[in-house]
């Protein structure tokens, strides 16, 4: 009977362990074709219509060239922080979403031809970092006072206490 539960245990993981296989292949190889899908706007035609026997696509910008460049050029970082954020097993991957949402918003901006998005972004971006960088630093400190020992009081008055710069900076990396 034991050995009965040994070998259903073991086929449990070995499809566990196939799927993710699978999936980290996957996601190697969609990492490993990044610098081929970020050069591969040389290969778009040079004027400003695309047209195949499925589709036709216009753009406003002086070619098909410029607009896969600046389009390929926002999507590539995207893909690779998205990959990175959905894999990522670190308290802090939280984080990665402010350079996610800048880049979708430049992303949106070569989709849309708004020119000035680069410009605008902040503005939509700071909001996100106003709620995302305190929670994120909460749950870092939190963090550190689980793992020190040490009780919110205590974690006060460390910060009211002055510190010369080099302390504070050695501090940080202790």
């Given amino acids: 009977m034991d050995k009965q539960n040994n070998k259903s ?37 040079s004027g400003t219509t695309w047209e195949t026997s499925l589709f ?10 410029y607009f896969a460049y600046y ?9 690779l922080l998205l990959i990175w954020f959905f ?5 802090w991957h939280w ?15 070569v989709v849309n031809e708004n020119y000035n ?14 709620v995302l960088v305190p929670l994120v630093y909460l749950v870092r400190a939190k963090l550190f006072n689980k793992v020190r020992g040490t009780d919110l009081k ?5 910060l009211m206490t002055k510190k010369s710069f080099w302390y504070q900076l050695r501090d940080l990396f202790r």
């Fill in 9 to 45: 245990l073991n086929q449990k993981y070995s499809k566990t362990d196939k799927r993710s296989l699978f999936l980290g292949g996957f996601i190697v190889f969609v990492i490993t074709i990044t610098p081929f899908l970020f050069y591969s706007y040389e290969s778009f035609p």
């Fill in 56 to 65: 036709s696509l216009d753009t406003g910008y002086d070619s098909m060239q």
């Fill in 71 to 79: 389009f390929l050029g926002k999507f590539v970082p995207l893909l």
């Fill in 87 to 91: 894999t990522c097993k670190h308290w």
């Fill in 95 to 109: 984080i990665i979403l402010v350079p996610i949402a800048m880049y979708a918003f430049q992303l949106w901006g």
């Fill in 117 to 130: 998005m680069d410009v605008l972004e902040i503005y939509y971006i700071l909001p996100l970092m106003m």
């Fill in 154 to 158: 205590a974690f006060e008055e460390d």
